[in-house]
């Protein structure tokens, strides 16, 4: 694969993301996973007709399967949306 011409914007993102790409990695994880495609166009439609984020689904998802757990694993705590 061609990279696009060098532009100055180009060039300053490049270096950018040279001087940043362990810090970037550190703080945040990318998870490959795939579902049906017509389940994830049901919830792309859904998030966007309500202005709700993929994090914000995943995070409020997360904190409703703390507290369904058998366990109740962390049932005071409750990760925030930003």
Known sequence: MQKK???PKRLAARRYEEKH???RK???KVWATSIQVETAEEIDSFLKENHFTKVELIIE???ALKKRS???HGANT???RR
């Open 5 to 7: 011409e060098n532009t």
């Open 21 to 23: 790409k362990t810090e």
């Open 26 to 28: 550190e703080k945040h």
């Open 61 to 63: 998802g997360f904190n």
């Open 70 to 72: 058998p366990n109740n």
């Open 78 to 80: 409750r990760i925030k």
